[in-house]
């Protein structure tokens, strides 16, 4: 079974965070407010980068959960970063689905 790794429950040690990154088979951003604000979170985004590891990029809307308007969050990225996680356009390399009342997949 695959391990997930939370770096909210897992991250023992911040000069690690890199090293985590590297022994990643993928990272998944949830992309909030602030995302591209916070030193650990950036170099979370560069380490994966650096690293090549696959991108999944969660958007969250809703501004009563932390979330923002797509192009605002985007808008906190730094500019060496856009072109490396979100297409030329801005848009995010996985598209956006909207989900409302949950998701018939299982």
């Known amino acids: 079974a695959p391990k997930i790794f939370r770096d909210v429950d897992d991250l023992q040690d911040t000069d690690a965070l890199e090293g985590y990154v590297a022994s990643s088979a993928c990272v998944l951003i949830f992309l909030t407010r602030g995302y591209f604000l916070s030193p650990a979170c950036l170099r979370e985004a560069r380490a994966a980068v650096q690293a090549n ?8 809307a809703d501004t009563t959960k932390g979330g923002g308007p797509l192009a605002e969050l985007i808008a906190e990225c730094p500019a060496d970063l856009v072109r490396l996680i979100f297409r030329p356009r801005g848009e995010p390399l996985l598209e956006e689905k909207e989900m409302e009342g949950g998701s018939d997949a299982h």
Do not use: D, G, M
Request: charged share 25%.
């Open 53 to 60: 590891k696959p991108l999944i990029i969660v958007h969250e």
